[in-house]
Nanobody, 112 residues
Framework: QVQLVESGGGLVQAGGSLRLSCAAS????????MGWYRQAPGKQRELVAS???????NYADSVKGRFTISRDNAKNTVYLQMNSPEPEDTAVYYC??????WGQGTQVTVSS
């Protein structure tokens, strides 16, 4: 079974930067879309960003211009570069694989 392991979460000041990584086990993962979701306390899980197998990206309006998703197919890894994070970005961030797998989540806390 393909596993997704996130890393890079933690505490960051508003206006700083943070990079999340998600490493996937398995082969031929490059044919799948991948993405990042987040869930804040008391809220539903929401899409943050996704990237297709061909590299086409999609972002939530709230993070456009601040966050960047990318992937390294050779390393089976997807990244989320978070620039100028805001306290409203505080949430557990989950990596998603297009074959239906989820990571365990990593906490991101943005202090004001």
């Amino acid at each position: 079974q393909v596993q997704l392991v996130e890393s890079g979460g933690g505490l960051v000041q508003a206006g700083g930067s943070l990079r999340l990584s998600c490493a996937a086990s398995g082969s031929r993962l490059s044919i799948y879309a991948m993405g990042w979701y987040r869930q804040a306390p008391g809220k539903q899980r929401e899409l943050v960003a996704s990237i297709s197998s061909g590299g086409r990206t999609n972002y939530a309006d709230s993070v456009k211009g601040r966050f960047t998703i990318s992937r390294d197919n050779a390393k089976n890894t997807v990244y989320l570069q978070m620039n100028s994070p805001e306290p409203e970005d505080t949430a557990v961030y989950y990596c998603w694989g297009g074959w239906g797998s989820w990571g365990q989540g990593t906490q991101v806390t943005v202090s004001s």
